[in-house]
């Protein structure tokens, strides 16, 4: 019975200091994470910023797009149309 006491006193020491030592390593770990997740952050607020003048120009060139395609549809639209006009009258002819 005198070996079980210190036996159980220095596994229930190897186990609190193996916990303790994981714990720290995960703390540090994590602090490591925290530093680099403020670096991502104030990069990304950073680009924000440097974007946020492209909005307007941006949205000016993507409405002249939009005109731009409406005005080949139609012309694909015309097109077309002519050419189905010339297939009859060489059928005819």
């Given at each position: 019975?005198?070996v079980l006491l210190p036996a159980?006193?220095?596994?229930?020491?190897?186990?609190?200091?193996?916990?303790?030592?994981?714990?720290?390593?995960?703390?540090?770990?994590?602090?490591?994470?925290?530093?680099?997740?403020?670096?991502?952050?104030?990069?990304?607020?950073?680009?924000?910023?440097?974007?946020?003048?492209?909005?307007?120009?941006?949205?000016?060139?993507?409405e002249g797009l939009t005109t731009?395609?409406?005005?080949?549809?139609?012309?694909?639209?015309?097109?077309?149309?002519?050419?189905?006009?010339?297939?009859?009258?060489?059928?005819?002819?």
């Open positions: 019975m005198s159980t006193l220095v596994y229930v020491a190897i186990l609190v200091l193996a916990l303790a030592s994981g714990l720290i390593a995960i703390v540090y770990f994590l602090n490591g994470a925290r530093a680099n997740l403020a670096q991502i952050a104030a990069s990304l607020r950073a680009v924000e910023s440097h974007v946020e003048p492209l909005h307007n120009a941006l949205t000016a060139a993507n731009l395609l409406s005005h080949l549809q139609q012309a694909r639209h015309n097109l077309a149309g002519a050419d189905a006009a010339m297939d009859g009258e060489r059928r005819a002819g």
